[in-house]
């Protein structure tokens, strides 16, 4: 008998010809995931992945939680690994809910799956010989096929394994199975929030950030790192490229209508994010924005900050609440970082009254008094890459 | 690439070479607990009656009436909470300043929720404590008085001497505390003579020593109880093992401090001045705030139109390390409670910046700090919300 971790995988099993491509992408992210916590061997089944032969300091729970972060998960469950013997199942069941039933529970099901069809008896009759067997080895441990506390599960492929705990996973794709794309990331609850949730639809990120030395603290530019660093767990590992806007900033601050500084210049950060991810191979702009959080996000804003690229830009936030972001931001533990207060410093390149109804027009007429694509040119050869390691909590 | 110049030593100071020395020998071999009783614990605490007969030599009192904290802010906690809870059965008034150290401020107000009743010396345009005012504040519900030294800030110096005489005259029951945590072993203080002072706080960081330990003087008779539960030592008044590696080097740098306490002071007052005079002349639209009568090793000085965070951070990137006044962020906006004290006009108080000396810096550390200044300060003033 041994301990193996049985993962469950989800939504990619909905897919066609081209499944093993994500099956393959799962797969080596949960090997990074583990590389360095613990030997192990790993096999493939149809939906099912088994991490075997495990040499680890850390126990089977914290294995199983590190699998989880891996994104397109749907489930890790601690199970037994046995020869597909029907005493044998039947002994290794009765161990498994002596362990149930000591922890509490009180109603059970078993619920047996058999890939290998030769198998006999077959899987009800398994289900129900077990049942019958589980219920007259303890007191008060009775059957519910509805709603039991606990499901005894036991699947008969060529080894059997059976379990009944699933740590839940959260579902997703492979980080990196939908491409690479570039994470308009500043020290905000946001725009971690919206990272992770385009991470888990299998987009890798690489993070850039505007530094504006000295208007900028070297502090805000360490809490982005940091926060890159929470995200860097669930998208592998992460870099962060940090643009020295400083000039660009100030050219800007001297050119333009002070109503509309805010606005310029994320569409000058947009198009800086852009050649970025030219650069990098990326495909996709992401952004923590939200519809009407504050003046630079209301549909005009958006609409003449979205105008000034072609990338397709995610903006995963758009309709959620602040509250939604901020339970999520507690989730992925970024929210403390968050709300460190190393703002962008003082309130210089924030007009008083930033126009909430910007117009394209009057924008690029404004723009016409400085040379975006020069700048965009001046960002791109002054920039410095961090690059952060997938770290074990 | 030139090399870093520090001026912020009001924030904290480089320890003495023989600082480090000493500490390095005393956590090797002389790791016994003060309190044990055998060979170990005897050694250990003959350095912590050492270095407490060092400071009562200092500062011209009994050794038995300096009780080792770890750092200023506890000491100043143990003298308030410690002097309030004592003397509370007479009456729940307290006065202090306007300007006070947030150590003295924040556990002053902590005391309202038992019934502490607060009045505020107020602080004038040169910085200074108005203790004529004083003697209008002490009620015979007065228990407490605190009024620091030198200011953090601004380094001006109030006086002690007056102030406790003052108060005391008035009302002999009061007790006298003065945070001494920027002055001590800058300027002479002679505990002696100052009869009307009961409590002074000393931090060993501020003077070359080691962070994590200071020291209260409590002078005989003085009620007062213990702030920590725990077994008490130290005349009852404080639980806790004493670490005796930090208090070997707070003495080592009292010592040397002391030693050269003159000297130093006539090195940095030149060094204040040419600083001054130079910066006055050279950059416009400046104002040196706080009175004449301050300390040399502190100048606030104030810029019109900058933040004085920006300054900060550019000062800092070509390894220049100074303090702002105040804060600022684009959420809110606070400032430095000793700035709004002394009533700065609003196009300055965005722009203090803090250089604090010490007898280390040079002349052309000075040169270094104004021609950098005047490099970048036109651009900080062009760059204004608009």
């Given at each position: 008998?041994?301990?193996?971790?049985?993962v469950?995988?989800?939504?990619?099993?909905?897919?066609?010809?081209?499944?093993?491509?994500?099956?393959?992408?799962?797969?080596?992210?949960?090997?990074?995931?583990?590389d360095g916590?613990?030997?192990?061997?790993?096999?493939?089944?149809?939906?099912?992945i088994?991490?075997?032969?495990?040499?680890?300091?850390?126990?089977?729970?914290?294995?199983?939680?590190?699998?989880?972060?891996?994104f397109?998960?749907?489930?890790?469950?601690?199970?037994?690994?046995?020869?597909?013997?029907?005493?044998?199942?039947?002994?290794?069941?009765?161990?498994?809910?002596?362990?149930?039933?000591?922890?509490?529970?009180?109603t059970?099901?078993?619920?047996?799956?058999?890939a290998?069809?030769?198998?006999?008896?077959?899987?009800?009759e398994?289900?129900?010989?077990?049942?019958?067997?589980?219920?007259?080895?303890?007191?008060?441990f009775?059957?519910?096929?509805?709603?039991?506390?606990?499901?005894?599960?036991?699947?008969i492929?060529?080894?059997?394994y059976?379990?009944?705990?699933?740590?839940?996973?959260?579902?997703?794709?492979?980080v990196?199975?939908?491409?690479?794309?570039?994470?308009?990331?500043?020290?905000?609850?946001?725009?971690?929030?919206?990272?992770y949730?385009?991470?888990?639809?299998?987009?890798?990120?690489?993070?850039?950030?505007?530094?504006?030395?000295?208007?900028?603290?070297?502090?805000?530019?360490?809490k982005?790192?940091?926060?890159?660093?929470?995200?860097?767990?669930y998208n592998?590992?992460?870099?962060?490229?940090?643009?020295?806007f400083?000039?660009?900033?100030?050219?800007?601050?001297?050119?333009?209508?002070?109503?509309?500084?805010?606005?310029?210049?994320?569409?000058?950060?947009?198009?800086?994010?852009?050649q970025?991810?030219?650069?990098?191979?990326?495909?996709?702009?992401?952004?923590?924005?939200?519809?009407?959080?504050?003046?630079?996000?209301?549909?005009?804003?958006?609409?003449?900050?979205?105008?000034?690229?072609?990338?397709?830009?995610?903006r995963?936030?758009?309709?959620?609440?602040?509250?939604?972001?901020?339970?999520?931001?507690?989730?992925?533990?970024?929210?403390?970082?968050?709300?460190?207060?190393?703002?962008?410093?003082?309130?210089?390149f924030?007009a008083?009254?930033?126009?909430?109804?910007?117009?394209?027009?009057?924008?690029?007429?404004?723009?016409?008094?400085i040379?975006?694509?020069?700048?965009?040119?001046?960002?791109?050869?002054?920039?410095?890459?961090?690059?952060?390691?997938?770290?074990n909590? | 690439?030139?090399?870093?110049?520090?001026?912020?030593?009001?924030?904290?100071?480089?320890?003495?070479?023989?600082?480090?020395?000493?500490?390095?020998e005393?956590?090797k071999?002389?790791y016994?607990?003060?309190?044990?009783?055998?060979?170990?614990?005897?050694e250990?605490?003959?350095?912590?009656k050492?270095?407490?007969?060092?400071?009562?030599?200092?500062?011209?009192?009994?050794?038995?009436?300096?009780?080792?904290?770890?750092g200023?802010?506890?000491?100043?906690?143990?003298?308030?909470?410690?002097t309030?809870?004592a003397?509370?059965?007479?009456?729940?008034?307290?006065?202090?300043s306007?300007?006070?150290?947030?150590?003295?401020?924040?556990?002053?107000?902590?005391?309202?929720?038992?019934?502490a009743?607060?009045s505020?010396?107020?602080?004038?345009?040169?910085?200074?404590?108005?203790?004529?005012?004083?003697?209008?504040?002490?009620?015979?519900?007065?228990?407490?008085?605190?009024?620091?030294?030198?200011?953090?800030e601004?380094?001006?110096?109030?006086?002690?001497?007056?102030?406790?005489?003052?108060?005391?005259?008035?009302?002999?029951?009061?007790?006298?505390?003065?945070?001494n945590?920027?002055g001590?072993?800058?300027?002479?203080?002679?505990?002696?003579?100052?009869?009307?002072?009961?409590?002074?706080s000393?931090?060993?960081?501020?003077?070359?020593?080691?962070k994590?330990?200071?020291?209260?003087?409590?002078?005989?008779?003085?009620?007062?109880?213990?702030?920590?539960?725990?077994?008490?030592?130290?005349?009852?008044?404080?639980?806790?093992?004493?670490?005796?590696?930090?208090?070997?080097?707070?003495?080592?740098?009292?010592?040397?401090?002391?030693?050269?306490?003159?000297?130093?002071?006539?090195?940095?007052?030149?060094?204040?001045?040419?600083?001054?005079?130079?910066?006055?002349?050279?950059?416009?639209?400046?104002?040196?705030?706080?009175d004449?009568?301050?300390?040399?090793?502190?100048?606030?000085?104030?810029f019109?139109?900058?933040?004085?965070?920006?300054?900060l951070?550019?000062?800092?990137?070509?390894?220049?390390?100074?303090?702002?006044?105040?804060?600022?962020?684009?959420?809110?906006?606070t400032?430095?409670?000793v700035?709004?004290?002394?009533?700065i006009?609003?196009e300055?108080?965005?722009?203090?910046?803090?250089?604090?000396?010490s007898?280390?810096n040079?002349?052309?550390?000075?040169?270094?700090l104004?021609?950098e200044?005047?490099?970048?300060?036109?651009?900080?003033?062009?760059?204004?919300?608009?």
């Open positions: 008998m041994e301990i193996v971790l049985l469950k995988y989800g939504e990619i099993m909905l897919k066609g010809l081209n499944r093993p491509y994500f099956e393959s992408q799962l797969i080596n992210n949960i090997r990074k995931k583990l916590l613990c030997e192990f061997k790993l096999k493939k089944t149809h939906g099912r088994f991490i075997e032969d495990i040499k680890s300091d850390a126990s089977y729970e914290e294995l199983s939680l590190k699998i989880c972060e891996v397109g998960i749907i489930s890790v469950s601690i199970a037994y690994k046995i020869e597909s013997d029907f005493e044998l199942i039947n002994e290794t069941a009765l161990n498994v809910s002596k362990k149930a039933y000591e922890e509490g529970n009180r059970f099901k078993v619920d047996t799956k058999r290998n069809k030769s198998f006999r008896p077959n899987s009800m398994v289900s129900k010989l077990i049942g019958g067997n589980i219920f007259e080895s303890f007191e008060d009775i059957v519910d096929v509805r709603k039991p506390q606990i499901t005894i599960k036991i699947e492929r060529e080894n059997t059976v379990y009944y705990k699933e740590i839940k996973g959260q579902g997703g794709m492979p990196g199975s939908a491409g690479k794309g570039i994470l308009l990331l500043s020290g905000g609850i946001d725009s971690p929030v919206a990272g949730m385009m991470a888990k639809r299998g987009l890798k990120l690489e993070a850039c950030y505007f530094h504006s030395h000295p208007y900028t603290t070297e502090q805000a530019k360490e982005v790192i940091d926060l890159a660093k929470k995200l860097a767990i592998n590992g992460m870099k962060v490229h940090i643009i020295n400083t000039t660009t900033q100030l050219a800007i601050y001297e050119k333009c209508p002070h109503a509309q500084l805010t606005i310029i210049m994320r569409r000058v950060m947009m198009r800086v994010a852009q970025l991810a030219f650069k990098k191979n990326a495909k996709a702009l992401v952004t923590g924005e939200s519809l009407g959080q504050v003046a630079s996000q209301t549909l005009e804003s958006l609409f003449v900050t979205n105008s000034s690229v072609d990338m397709v830009v995610f995963p936030l758009i309709g959620m609440d602040k509250i939604e972001v901020i339970n999520i931001a507690k989730k992925i533990d970024t929210f403390d970082t968050s709300i460190l207060p190393y703002e962008d410093c003082c309130t210089i924030v008083k009254h930033p126009e909430t109804k910007p117009r394209i027009d009057s924008i690029l007429k404004s723009e016409e008094n040379d975006i694509d020069k700048m965009v040119e001046e960002c791109m050869s002054d920039y410095e890459t961090v690059e952060l390691k997938n770290e909590r | 690439m030139t090399s870093e110049i520090y001026f912020d030593n009001a924030a904290s100071t480089k320890p003495y070479d023989e600082v480090i020395i000493r500490m390095t005393v956590l071999y002389n016994g607990n003060s309190l044990s009783v055998h060979k170990k614990g005897l250990a605490n003959k350095i912590i050492s270095a407490a007969q060092t400071l009562a030599d200092i500062l011209k009192c009994n050794t038995n009436e300096i009780i080792f904290t770890a200023g802010t506890e000491a100043n906690n143990l003298a308030i909470k410690g309030y809870y003397n509370k059965g007479r009456g729940h008034h307290i006065i202090t306007l300007y006070e150290h947030a150590s003295i401020m924040a556990t002053i107000n902590d005391l309202k929720k038992d019934e009743d607060i505020y010396i107020k602080i004038d345009n040169k910085g200074v404590a108005n203790i004529n005012t004083l003697s209008n504040l002490i009620t015979e519900k007065s228990i407490f008085v605190s009024l620091m030294k030198v200011n953090n601004v380094g001006t110096i109030n006086n002690i001497e007056l102030a406790s005489k003052i108060v005391k005259e008035k009302n002999n029951n009061i007790v006298f505390h003065t945070d945590v920027q001590f072993c800058k300027l002479p203080v002679n505990l002696n003579k100052l009869k009307n002072i009961d409590l002074m000393l931090s060993g960081h501020k003077f070359n020593g080691p994590g330990v200071g020291a209260l003087f409590v002078r005989k008779g003085t009620n007062i109880l213990p702030m920590m539960n725990g077994n008490l030592y130290q005349n009852h008044l404080r639980a806790g093992t004493l670490n005796t590696a930090a208090i070997a080097g707070l003495e080592i740098a009292a010592m040397i401090s002391n030693k050269n306490m003159e000297a130093n002071l006539k090195k940095v007052s030149k060094l204040n001045k040419y600083l001054e005079e130079k910066i006055t002349k050279e950059i416009d639209g400046i104002k040196i705030l706080g004449k009568n301050k300390v040399p090793y502190i100048t606030d000085i104030a019109i139109n900058i933040k004085s965070e920006v300054l951070n550019h000062l800092s990137a070509i390894d220049i390390c100074v303090s702002s006044g105040s804060a600022c962020s684009s959420r809110k906006q400032y430095s409670h700035l709004t004290a002394m009533d006009s609003t300055y108080i965005d722009g203090v910046i803090r250089i604090s000396l007898h280390d040079t002349f052309e550390e000075i040169d270094r104004i021609k200044i005047k490099l970048i300060l036109p651009m900080l003033r062009m760059i204004r919300r608009k």
